[in-house]
């Protein structure tokens, strides 16, 4: 079991340029999400999907759009790059079980891609 | 909206010296309460699981106890390689939104340092 791959581990863009970030799982989980770390500030969610076809956005969803077309993968696609968007992103994804007074789920993180946009 | 605070921000321990580190937490309807530990360059790797106050679980040399208002995670005895950020998270009530289910907030985290 890989758990969650995501690629690639660290770029360098323009800004102004375009470029998506892999995430992919292989645990058959149904919930995938997106989140950036930043100096000082704690994970903040940019987007996330319940399963294949259904995407949502998170708390700070601006320049980034996702699709899912497959359980396993989970694109996150930078539209036109800005400096702002310089952080770490974390892609993660999760099962779900129990009923509604006991849950039992944990996330499952990626390594990380390091993204510097100048 | 949720919130999460973690305290302190950083803490410096010497090896074997005991110590707590704080999680505060405002949410309507706590599902969960997560502990992860984070490496320099890697992703959180997932700790603990609380659901009520009054749950505890252990892990070797950490233990996490849960309130109706905060969360504890207590290191006995720490050595160099617990060094790491702890990050708590919290989940919020069930929601008919779907994807809300699934929603952690987190916490800014405390880096600890044990010193041998």
């Known amino acids: 079991n890989a758990g969650v791959t995501q690629t690639p581990k660290f770029q360098v863009l323009k800004t102004g340029q375009s470029m998506t970030l892999q995430c992919a799982q292989d645990m058959n989980h149904e919930y995938m999400s997106w989140y950036r770390q930043d100096p000082g500030m704690g994970l903040r969610l940019i987007h996330y999907s319940v399963g294949a076809g259904i995407t949502d956005q998170g708390e700070v969803p601006n320049g980034y759009n996702v699709s899912r077309s497959t359980t396993e993968d989970f694109p996150l696609r930078l539209l036109s790059a800005a400096p702002s968007q310089t952080s770490v992103y974390f892609c993660?994804?999760?099962?779900?079980?129990?009923?509604?007074?006991?849950?039992?789920?944990?996330?499952?993180f990626g390594s990380g891609t390091r993204l510097t946009v100048v | 909206e949720d919130q999460v605070t973690q305290s302190p921000e950083a803490l410096r321990l010497q090896e074997g010296e005991s110590s707590s580190l704080n999680c505060s937490y405002t949410v309507s309807g706590l599902r969960g309460l997560f502990w992860y530990r984070q490496d320099p360059g890697k992703g959180p790797e997932f700790l603990f699981t609380?659901?009520?106050a009054g749950e505890e679980k252990e892990k070797e040399r950490l233990k996490a106890t849960l309130t109706k208002k905060e969360s504890f995670l207590h290191i006995t005895a720490p050595k160099p390689e617990d060094s790491a950020t702890y990050l708590c998270?919290?989940?919020?009530?069930?929601?008919?939104?779907?994807?809300?289910?699934?929603?952690?907030?987190f916490g800014k985290g405390t880096l600890l340092t044990v010193n041998p």
């Open positions: 998270a919290v989940q919020g009530p069930r929601s008919y939104s779907g994807g809300s289910n699934y929603k952690l907030t």
């Open positions: 609380l659901y009520s």
């Open positions: 993660a994804s999760s099962y779900y079980t129990g009923t509604a007074t006991a849950n039992n789920y944990g996330y499952t």
